[in-house]
């Protein structure tokens, strides 16, 4: 199972958000150029975010986007929620965990014990805890 890159870069621009400012608006401009994303796509991805109660937005000059709550409070699956990703490991499961298919299948509590491994994994991580590692991460390098 892959996650999308929607999903992938919604979590990065959001590390790099909580990363980057000390609750000072950050343009998603400021974000696509710190991480490799295109800014049509990322503006995409924190309309998402916004409708998500992810971020909110800043207007004016020295605006940008700030997150809508702590960081402890936002959980990854939360993330990738709201840029409507699903995080089902099949294509015939659906969001409930109901199969689609006409017979369940054999392997169906399979996939379903999966998807809730992944839902209860993503849901265990918080964004402060990735801006914690990846502050770790940037001091390590910067010892060496």
């Not at 890159?5 to 590390?15: D, E, L």
């Not at 909110?56 to 709201?82: E, F, H, N």
């Not at 014990?113 to 940037?138: C, P, Q, V, Y």
Request: charge should be neutral; charged fraction near 25%.
């Amino acid at each position: 199972m892959r996650l999308s890159t929607k999903a992938q870069y919604a979590v990065r621009a959001m590390v790099s958000l909580h990363l980057n400012t000390d609750g000072a608006p950050m343009t998603t401009k400021d974000i696509s150029a710190r991480e490799g994303i295109s800014l049509p796509y990322l503006e995409q991805l924190f309309v998402k975010l916004r409708r998500g109660k992810i971020v909110q937005s800043v207007r004016g000059p020295g605006g940008g986007y700030v997150l809508a709550r702590p960081a402890d409070k936002i959980q990854v699956d939360q993330i990738i929620d709201s840029v409507e990703e699903t995080l089902v490991p099949v294509s015939c499961m659906e969001e409930d965990g109901t199969c689609a298919c006409a017979d369940q299948c054999i392997t169906h509590t399979v996939w379903q014990g999966l998807g809730e491994k992944i839902r209860a994994f993503l849901s265990s991580i918080t964004l402060e805890d990735l801006t914690r590692e990846a502050r770790e991460r940037m001091g390590e390098r910067q010892v060496q």
